[in-house]
């Protein structure tokens, strides 16, 4: 079925498909076997029209997918062929999909990050998270077109237990996210309850674990928002097809609800929701929901869903802690085509403490103006670049309100801020504010040290740096400071 591979001007076939190989080997070599079983493996050339490089892929996720992340890559490996190529046009070629996909178990990666079988892994319920919410009218036409099982359902590819990174604040969540992907339904898991602020990691945790058992063996694994459960029932109502609907929903394995706190209000979902959710339970199988509260806090939900929901494991993900924020941030900046400096990844994790999202996304800024502009990432440019980021999250704390919070929060005399005791229980919460003084304002050392009874500017800086020391070796005293940090901050 393979075409022809069209001559380019300056090159023969055979040198061609010899670049070809040699292409896909260094992208192999580039990112690893499992990444490139996922993603690059059915890539196909097509042809060479004119300078530019024609490849196939059999699914539209697959070419977005590749697209986005190895378009760049590709094209610059073309070039590097020099055999005229200066472009790269990815496209769908539906008829190049295999009959069957290699069994993800037999060729000894099986434990390892997922083989990409997106359409295969998840059930067709699922949506894209980038997906606007539909009306009922496309909400319809959808579950139609889902009954014949032809649209692609992907959970993000990113989002796997491999790209997440644990740390004090998530390491419940994340614990029993893995014991809840290895063995779906064991008693005390069921349902398993995750919930946490925007942006802390509930919906990477939830496609982690729906990949994990997908790939693990042949469940039925449903993931979709709890928007989306709305629309999908309200639209089985119209096209009166609710029982088709429930069918549908008790015929898998795995039920997750992301955002359940949408629910809120929706009566008639919750009702269904809950019906689905016992049936489930009752039959053995695993329900995992993820809402920005705790079970008992969502009022608004009825009194035995939340009481059901509560009944399983339930797991908090608190807010990023410093040392989080830094782990985070090595880890994305590893696969980076920039080098980011150290300094620069604990400018950002100072700065950007309201959640991993937005941690990202200045990150991802910085690399893609370092790329775009081929000039090295600095501190300088970083707080150019990220002016207006930086700028929101530079609340306009003063002095005195840190001194403030902290007296009040170690219980000691605001006085004492000022005071010349030495004793540990002042001495302490005094470094403390001076090392958020520091962090949070723009004042100068010499200036913290006048405010905080005129001290020297060496005292401060030794405070700033013990505390630093102190958060390292002791989480439970880091944790209070971020606390701190971020009263102060809101
Ligand atoms: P939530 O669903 O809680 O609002 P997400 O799961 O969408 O948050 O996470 C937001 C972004 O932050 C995603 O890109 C996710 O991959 C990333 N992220 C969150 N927590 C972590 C973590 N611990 N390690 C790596 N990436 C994370
Ligand atoms: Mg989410």
């Known amino acids: 079925m393979e075409k022809e591979l069209g001559a380019s001007p300056s090159a023969a076939p055979g040198q061609v498909t010899e670049a070809w ?161 290895e063995k779906p339904a064991s008693p005390g898991f069921n349902p398993l309850f995750l919930y946490g602020g925007v942006g802390l990691g509930k919906t990477h945790l939830m496609h982690a674990i729906a990949w994990a058992i997908s790939f693990n063996g042949q469940r039925n694994v449903a993931y979709m928002s709890a928007e989306k459960f709305m629309y999908r029932f309200i639209a089985a109502l119209r096209a009166q097809s609710t029982m088709e609907f429930k069918e549908s929903l008790r015929s898998v394995d795995v039920l997750m609800i992301d955002d359940l706190q949408f629910l809120i209000g929706k009566d008639n979902t919750q009702e269904e929701f809950f019906h689905t959710f016992n049936a489930l339970v009752d039959a053995g199988k695993q329900i995992v929901v993820s809402a920005d509260k705790s079970p008992s806090d969502l009022s608004g939900l009825e009194d035995r869903l939340r009481t059901r929901l509560g009944c399983g494991m339930v797991a908090d993900i608190h807010a990023t802690t410093y040392e989080l924020r830094i782990s985070i941030l090595q880890a994305k900046a590893q696969g980076a085509e920039v080098e980011v400096p150290p300094r620069v990844l604990e400018f950002l994790a100072h700065k950007i403490t309201s959640n991993v999202r937005e941690l990202e996304g200045a990150l991802n800024r910085l690399i893609a103006h370092a790329n775009l502009f081929g000039r090295p990432i600095t501190l300088e440019s970083a707080q150019e670049v990220l002016h207006d980021i930086l700028r929101a999250h530079d609340r306009r704390v003063t002095i005195e309100e840190i001194q403030r919070k902290v007296a009040e929060h170690y219980n000691i005399r605001l006085t004492d801020m000022s005071s010349a005791r030495r004793a540990r229980n002042v001495a302490r919460p005094r470094q403390v504010a001076m090392y958020l003084a520091k962090q949070l304002t723009s004042r100068s050392l010499p200036e913290i040290g006048r405010r905080f009874g005129n001290r020297d500017h060496t005292t401060v800086m030794h405070a700033v740096s013990r505390v630093a020391e102190l958060m390292q070796s002791d989480s439970t005293f880091a944790e209070d400071v971020e606390l701190l940090r971020r009263m102060l901050e809101n």
């Open 21 to 181: 190989a040699r292409i896909r080997g260094r992208l192999r070599e580039e990112v690893g076997e499992v990444e490139y079983r996922s993603w690059l493996r059915q890539m196909t050339l097509s042809a060479i029209e004119g300078e530019e490089a024609v490849i196939l892929l059999p699914t539209r996720f697959l070419r977005d997918w590749v697209r986005g992340h190895y378009g760049d890559r590709l094209r610059s490996l073309w070039a590097a062929e020099n055999l005229g190529v200066r472009r790269v046009d990815i496209r769908v070629a539906p008829e190049l999909r295999a009959p069957e996909p290699e069994a993800a178990m037999s060729d000894g990666l099986a434990g390892a990050a997922p083989v990409a079988r997106p359409q295969q892994a998840t059930l067709a319920l699922a949506e894209p998270l980038s997906s606007p919410p539909r009306s009922h009218a496309e909400a319809r036409a959808e579950s139609r077109a889902e009954s014949r099982n032809d649209w692609a359902a992907p959970l993000d590819p990113r989002f796997t237990f491999d790209s997440f990174v644990v740390g004090k604040p998530n390491e419940f969540a994340h614990a029993c996210a893995r014991r809840v992907a």
